[in-house]
Structures are given as C-alpha cells and as structure tokens.
C-alpha cells in the first residue's frame, strides 16, 4: 500500500509517532489510509449537510476494512460570489482545489480518497485531482434541494425567483409582496441549486463517467438514500484499494463521450465544456472542443429541465435518475467499466421502467439536437459555446446591433437602466480566464434581459461564461478573448452582429481590412488586479476552448 511508507519499517518510527499522536491505533496501522476530502461549509446551501454524509462515509469505510482520514477543502459559492468581485474567484478555486487534494495525498501517501462534493468548481475540481492522481478514488456528491413550495402548487427555483424575479420586480411586473415571497421561498434548505445548474449537470456526468455509485448523482440532499449512497461509498473505496482500481481506467474516451451526451441530452450547463475539457487534460484523454459539437448534431435532446424547462432534479431522480438516462439513450452509450462494478450499459439494463414524460424516447424527443453547440465565425475563431436548448426558436437566428461594455458591471447597469432595447446585442468583454480574470459568469445581466421581457429581442456575447441557471440567446466562451487580442476586442457600438445557431455561425458583419485598421490601434489594458493569487492565475491561465487550464 502507498500509505506504508508512512507506517511501515524502523526509519518510519517518527511517522507512526505522529499517527498515533491523532488518535489512530496500532492495530489500524495494517488497514489502507482512506483519506475523505470533505467540502463542508456553513457558506454554502449545497454543503451545509456534508457532516452528515461524513459520517456514514466514515462508518462505510471502517466497515469496508479501511481506516478514514479527513480532510478539509474550500468552497465557493456561485450564487453568493455572482456579480461583485467575489466571482472572479470562482472558476480559479477549481485549480486550487485540485491542487490541494494532490497535495494532501501525496504528501501523505493515502491509498485511496472518497471526494465529497457537491457545487459548481468544486466536483470538477476533485474529480481533475483524482485523474492527476490516478489512485483509487470514489466521488459523493451531496444531492441536489428540494424546489421550493407555494400557493396554489407553485414550485419555486432560484434562478428563476431570485435572479429573474428581480429584474421583474425593475420591470413592474411583480410587486414587493411577490418579490419577498420569492426570496423567502426560493431555496427551501440544503442541496445544490434546483435545476440542471452547472453543479446539478456535473453531478449527473461524475456518475455517467462512473466515479459515482448509481443515484448519486440526483438523490436529494435531504434523502435517507444519500446517507445510505455515502455509507456504500465508504465500503467501496476500500475495495478499489485492495483491486487498484484507479480513474484513468474509468475515466476514458468514451467515458467522456457518455458524459457529453447526457449532457446534451438533458440541455444542462455550459459550464460542463470548460470543466470536461480540464478533466480530460488531467486524465491524458484528447478531447477537442469540436467533440460536443459533433455529438450534439446526433443526440437528441429528451428531457426538459428547469431553468429552461419544466421539471426539476426530484423529477429527474424519480423518473429513473442518470440511469434511466442511459436507458433512453440506448445505444449511443459506450460500454464503460464504472467503480460500482457493472459497465454503463449494464447499468441502464438493470432499470425497470422510466417515466417518459420525464426522460423521453429518442422517438419523441424535446428537440432534434442536443443542449449545447459550438459556434465558430470571425468573433469566435477558436470557439464559443452556446446553451441551445434554453434558446427559443425565434431567437435560433437573429441579426442586431452591438452595445458593448468592458465589464459585466456596465452591462448589468444598462439593461436595469432600459438602456438596452430589441435589436441590440450586449457585448460584454474582458471577462475572459486572463481578462476577467477569471471569467466571471453572467448570470445577473443574462437573467436581468429575461426578467425584462428581452428573451426574444435581444441577444448577448462574452469572453466570459454563464451560470447553469442562465436561458436565452447567450453566447459565451468566445476564444480567443479580448484582453489577447481576440475580435470581440474590435466590436465597436453599431456594429451588426449575426448569430446563426443551427449553421453554427457567430459573425461581425464589419470588413476585414477596418477589423484589421482596428487592430493596429488596440492595446491591451491594464491588468484588473494586480496583486494576489487572481494575479498570478491571469498570468498563467490558457483559453476558454482549452478548458482554461493552468500552464505546467
């Protein structure tokens, strides 16, 4: 075992010394050192229930053979950080994350790890350790909230109630009373936000690539089956020590193909590109941006999720949950071994029945296409990614005329201001990985166009990314970004912009010799923070299309 040369020979006698200074007994000195890098924080809805989980983690893993070590790993939270300078930190804290689970292993040798997950940087965060380390390693994730209840059989969600009913209240259309009871119901307890939020979405692909036992992925926070989830997760990190099974022999290709597809399938995050992207770097797997949109073209979307659609994870869950995702998807899943045991198509095969009005038939799909596509023209030659499945028909196409903004802060001002009107396009920039830095996400402008009645008139393009929660023409990740250079750097207020999703097409409809007379005259601006870890982050940061990873 990795964990005896720490506890093993006369030379490791100060180590055992320490060992036994925590508590740890002689006679577990034998059993492998399962670490628990544990994400609790009173911070975070999606986390508050992990002491809990830890529990029955802990009494699966003593049971299983091993012996249990936890450990403690930061947290973010999206909603929380959203539209301040808080969200620069973000998307970072998933690099961090990562880093410090490999730290914490390595530097104490443990044999295998149970991640306990649950919010948007943080479940990609430690499944990017887990292929970096490749040793034996299980994911729980917390489960998602419940949606919240009102009047009359009303179902509240916090995108929708929050964000969207605030620029709804700005509008007119809502009063103070409704507004409060917004707030006030819109996040009932523990768990990751309702819908197929980024956190929700990665939770769902960390069980479709197999780091998760089956359910885990969409058992609710509050759900006896979580604890009985996290306790089976215990035992079973402690038999793929003693069988060494690691995550690159889970984490494969077409692990990560049935991940894109379940994706696609249900029209989850955007987000999902940026963090599969890192994953597979960490894990030696080539996987081109293209890919998702190769796949999208062949997978229907069959399920219709909150925010952009009706039903919410406790619908999903019920319906069949990830495998009867699978089951629906037939064919199109790649057989891949899972830390369960069973392959993926076995375990769409053990799944009774599913309801379809939930999870679809590729007969009678929500729409041809799957939820997320690639859009290349010349203000994205390297990419840009767009959430199709919450994009409605009328706005499938669509030709008008630049406002830009040089930070989401401006933008959000304007649209609150009924300064943006039908026809315009919002370009925010410098909010790419270096630009940002960081990336922020827009979920508070693109939810403020929606709660002000412009989902249908009015589109919007960024270097940086959106939230889960986002719906509507938003057309983020544009690579390369504006602080390198990038052409949404030379979009200039009356530009005409063409976006034409089913042809795959983002253009500045502005002639390439003035793009280039623009260029000569750009330079790039000062760095928005200059000091601190954000400041080494922009310095080191690659592209959005790459997964916005760290530089070696």
């Known amino acids: 075992m990795r964990s005896d040369m720490i506890k093993k020979g006369l030379e490791r006698t100060p180590h055992r010394a320490l060992l036994k200074a925590t508590g740890i007994p002689h006679s577990e000195m034998e059993k492998p050192f399962i670490g628990v890098a544990t994400s609790f924080t009173d911070l975070i809805p999606g986390h508050v229930g992990m002491r809990d989980l830890e529990r029955f983690i802990e009494k699966g893993v003593h049971t299983g053979g091993g012996y249990s070590l936890f450990f403690g790993i930061p947290g973010v939270c999206d909603g929380i950080s959203m539209g301040h300078k808080g969200m620069h930190y973000s998307l970072p804290t998933r690099e961090l994350i990562a880093d410090m689970v490999e730290s914490v292993a390595e530097a104490h040798r443990l044999d295998g790890l149970v991640l306990l997950t649950n919010c948007d940087k943080i479940t990609p965060g430690m499944l990017m350790a887990a292929a970096r380390l490749d040793i034996p390693c299980i994911v729980v994730t917390a489960g998602p909230m419940m949606s919240g209840r009102g009047a009359e059989g009303r179902k509240f969600s916090f995108v929708t109630d929050t964000f969207e009913a605030m620029a709804r209240y700005r509008a007119g259309v809502i009063d103070a009373k409704e507004l409060q009871e917004c707030e006030d119901n819109a996040c009932p307890g523990m768990g990751s936000c309702q819908g197929l939020f980024t956190a929700n979405t990665m939770a769902i692909l960390t069980e479709t690539m197999g780091m998760s036992l089956p359910r885990c992925g969409t058992a609710l926070a509050v759900s006896a089956l979580k604890r009985r989830i996290a306790f089976a997760s215990g035992e079973k990190i402690v038999e793929l020590v003693k069988n060494n099974v690691t995550p690159r022999s889970i984490m494969t290709r077409a692990a990560f193909e049935n991940a894109i597809r379940v994706d696609l399938a249900l029209g989850g995050s955007s987000n999902t590109v940026l963090h599969l992207l890192a994953i597979a770097n960490e894990a030696g797997v080539d996987l081109p941006l293209e890919t998702f949109d190769i796949l999208a073209r062949e997978t229907p979307q069959i399920a219709s999720m909150n925010p952009a659609g009706k039903h919410f994870m406790e619908d999903l869950d019920t319906a069949g949950g990830v495998m009867g995702v699978l089951k629906q998807l037939g064919e199109k899943i790649i ?134 929660g986002t719906r509507g023409p938003c057309i983020g990740h544009i690579s390369p970004e504006a602080a390198e250079g990038g052409p949404i750097a030379l979009i200039k207020d009356g530009d005409l912009i063409r976006l034409d999703i089913p042809n795959r097409k983002l253009e500045l409809l502005v002639d390439e010799a003035i793009l280039a007379e623009r260029l000569t005259g750009w330079a790039a601006p000062e760095p928005k923070i200059k000091s601190g870890w954000l400041a080494r982050y922009a310095k080191s940061v690659t592209s959005a299309y790459t997964g916005a990873v760290m530089k070696a």
């Open 335 to 468: 057989d891949n071994p899972t830390v369960f045991g069973l392959t993926t198509r076995q375990l769409a095969a053990s799944v009774q029945q599913v309801d379809e009005e939930v999870i679809r038939p590729l007969s009678n799909p929500v729409k041809q296409e799957g939820g997320i596509a690639v859009l290349f023209g010349n203000i994205a030659p390297q990419g840009a990614v767009v959430k199709q499945s919450g994009v409605s028909d009328a706005m499938m196409k669509f030709q008008g005329t630049a406002r830009c903004f040089d930070a989401e802060e401006l933008a959000m001002a304007a649209i609150m201001e009924g300064v943006i009107k039908p026809g315009d396009v919002v370009v925010i920039r410098y909010e790419g990985p270096k630009g940002g830095p960081g990336m922020r996400e827009m979920l508070a402008p693109t939810a403020a166009i929606m709660g002000m009645g412009l989902g249908d008139s009015v589109a919007l393009i960024t270097d940086g990314r959106f939230s889960g």
